[in-house]
Each structure stands twice: as structure tokens, then as C-alpha cells.
């Protein structure tokens, strides 16, 4: 089992930045795969952005169009923790952020497709 716990959201201003973090810990050794997904009222959970690795620390990272140029995802490997720096905030992103972990490198785009999950955190975007 993998425990995540996400750190970080809160309130900003559009324009603004955040920065989240999500700590892995548990069987962290099986896990090859991690993301960021969101959740608004009334919408479907959606991958916001996610990154792999593979044994050497070879890493690969993806983001949803709505997001590139803006997020960028990271991981410290040492420290068993991802990240999420979000700038350029609009209030279109406010969302519930989910940290989330698999362990399959060939990552599912769908959010049915991960097995681990953080319990979130809200990330608000006033205009």
C-alpha cells in the first residue's frame, strides 16, 4: 500500500501562484508513476499533470493542454514527494487538486486507471 497526503492549496487572486506537494510514503519502491488530477463542482475528475520514472531516475512528465506553459510538475526522489508549481492562476482552475500514484508506467489518462489517492486539496482562484 502507498499513503499520499497533499499539502499547499488555498486561496488566490488570478494571476497568482501555488504551489502544492503531495509525500508518498508507505511501499514507495513499487510505485512508478505519479499525478495531479482536479475535480470542480459538478464536472469529472481530470488529469492535470504526471510524471514517471523508471530505475536511474529517468523521468518523463506530461501536462493537459489547459495547463502547459503554466504548471510544471516535479519530484524529489529523496524525499519521496511530488510537486505541482501553479502560475499564471485563472479562475477556471479552482478545483479540488488530487495527488495520485500508480504502479504501472504506462499511465492511464483517466483517473479510474490509478490506484493510490491523496484526499485532496482546494485550490481557489478569485477573479
Known amino acids: 500500500q502507498v499513503q499520499l497526503v497533499e499539502s499547499g492549496g488555498g486561496l488566490v487572486q488570478a494571476g497568482g501562484s501555488l504551489k502544492l506537494s503531495c509525500t508518498a510514503s508507505?511501499?514507495?519502491?513499487?510505485?512508478?508513476?505519479m499525478g495531479w488530477f482536479r475535480q470542480a463542482p459538478g464536472k469529472e475528475r481530470e488529469l492535470v499533470a504526471f510524471?514517471?520514472?523508471?530505475?536511474?531516475?529517468?523521468?518523463?512528465?506530461d501536462y493537459a493542454d489547459f495547463v502547459k506553459g503554466r504548471f510544471t510538475i516535479s519530484r524529489d526522489n529523496a524525499k519521496n514527494t511530488m510537486y505541482l508549481q501553479m502560475n499564471s492562476l485563472k479562475p477556471e482552475d479552482t478545483a479540488v487538486y488530487y495527488c495520485?500514484?500508480?504502479?504501472?508506467?504506462?499511465?492511464?489518462?483517466?483517473?479510474?486507471?490509478?490506484?493510490?489517492w491523496g484526499q485532496g486539496t482546494q485550490v481557489t482562484v478569485s477573479s
Open positions: 495520485a500514484a500508480d504502479t504501472n508506467p504506462l499511465v492511464s489518462h483517466y483517473y479510474t486507471g490509478w490506484a493510490y
Open positions: 508507505g511501499r514507495t519502491s513499487s510505485t512508478a508513476a
Open positions: 510524471i514517471t520514472w523508471t530505475a536511474g531516475t529517468t523521468y518523463y512528465a
